[in-house]
């Protein structure tokens, strides 16, 4: 008898889709997240969050185990409500009567962009007293928010792209913009939104108008950024395992199809030919180290946590911090589990990591509320 016979298998509710721009690439990244989910050590409870905001309990198949590129979410799903201080206990309900409970020891939310990824859905979970898989309330809502974001590792003193900060009520006309960030060049982006969603280039004060427009579809506050030029486009995978050792991964570089022009949704997404993806990046060790090094204190600074994937920006001896995601893509062609596997972490063995640490943060702070009372 092996020793994962022995002990008792944990269950893990896998939470997927949500109510973003990002719905598509989430049940994606669920179905390669179910296949790396050893079934040896772990249950695994499918919870599908529909478009329209309802928790839906999914079929436990669902095409595990397949080559299945999505986890599809049934409109005949059993409603389901967390339980706050329920310790991950779900009511399951049938035409609005209770119907049984679901149970889960640990969440894993392979969710992308707002209502997910912002600190919305740890907060729920934190009120349902239940472990999870990622960033705190705190972390996840600092990384999604790429202006609060850049303004907190700026005032770290890490390296961040010249950007100006846009809203619905403070809109900058582009002359305004040009001079802040001190380029004709930028790129215009919502701010709380990732996969490239909403993103464009302008060059002039007709395309900055219609950047901003299609921006501001997705989000109420925009960034507009210079633009680096012929800049490598280079990324880092961040871990924390249970003890709270952090390291980094290998880096990789994304070169992005002429065609595309930068790393937009079709070049990630729809397009097999968008972008190439250089594992391990040609970078010197010892600058690889100091990319390393940056992108661990970027994930402290924002006050990160389990996993993220820090983005970069190189050019000559010039390095700027990009962004961070918290709550990076897990597709089958994702730069976050491929650079693992690169640094000798396959992805079963990731999930063993992130569920390990998810469940030791849960127990530490269960033991400090114990404590104070």
Not at 10 to 24: D, K, M, N, P
Not at 40 to 50: D, F, P, S
Not at 57 to 83: F, M, S, Y
Not at 198 to 205: D, E, N
């Amino acid at each position: 008898m092996t020793m994962s016979e022995r002990l008792p298998k944990i269950t893990v509710g896998l939470l997927f889709g949500g109510r973003s721009a990002e719905h598509e690439v989430s049940r994606a990244s669920a179905a390669n997240v179910l296949r790396a989910l050893d079934p040896t050590k772990y249950n695994v409870v499918l919870i599908g969050l529909a478009k329209d905001g309802r928790w839906l309990l999914c079929d436990a198949g669902n095409q595990a185990g397949t080559v299945a590129t999505a986890l599809t979410i049934p409109e005949d799903g059993a409603p389901l409500a967390l339980v706050p201080g329920g310790k991950g206990r779900s009511l399951r309900f049938a035409e609005g009567e209770q119907k049984g409970a679901v149970h889960v020891d640990v969440m894993f939310p392979v969710l992308h962009g707002p209502n997910g990824e912002d600190g919305t859905i740890q907060g729920a979970l934190e009120l349902a007293d239940v472990a999870y898989v990622g960033s705190s309330v705190l972390g996840s809502a600092a990384a999604m928010d790429k202006d609060v974001a850049k303004r907190l590792a700026r005032d770290a003193g890490l390296p961040v792209v010249p950007f100006a900060t846009l809203t619905s009520q403070a809109p900058l006309d582009y002359a305004t913009v040009v001079r802040a960030v001190g380029s004709t060049d930028v790129f215009v982006k919502p701010a709380n939104l990732g996969s490239s969603v909403g993103i464009s280039r302008a060059r002039s004060a007709e395309e900055f108008a219609q950047s901003c427009a299609l921006a501001f579809r997705f989000d109420s506050k925009i960034l507009a950024e210079r633009c680096i030029d012929r800049a490598r486009e280079i990324e880092c995978s961040v871990l924390e395992d249970e003890k709270g050792c952090v390291r980094a991964s290998s880096l990789g570089e994304i070169v992005p199809a002429d065609s595309h022009g930068f790393y937009s949704y079709k070049a990630k997404y729809t397009d097999a030919a968008g972008a190439r993806l250089i594992i391990p990046a040609d970078i010197p060790p010892e600058r690889t180290e100091r990319l390393q090094a940056l992108a661990i204190k970027t994930f402290q600074v924002l006050g990160c946590g389990g996993l993220a994937r820090v983005d970069f920006f190189l050019k000559g001896e010039e390095v700027v911090v990009n962004e961070v995601n918290t709550l990076p893509g897990f597709t089958s062609i994702s730069m976050y589990p491929k650079l693992w596997e690169a640094s000798g972490v396959s992805q079963s063995e990731l999930m063993d990591i992130l569920i390990a640490h998810a469940l030791a943060r849960h127990a530490r702070q269960q033991h400090s509320t114990e404590g104070d009372a």
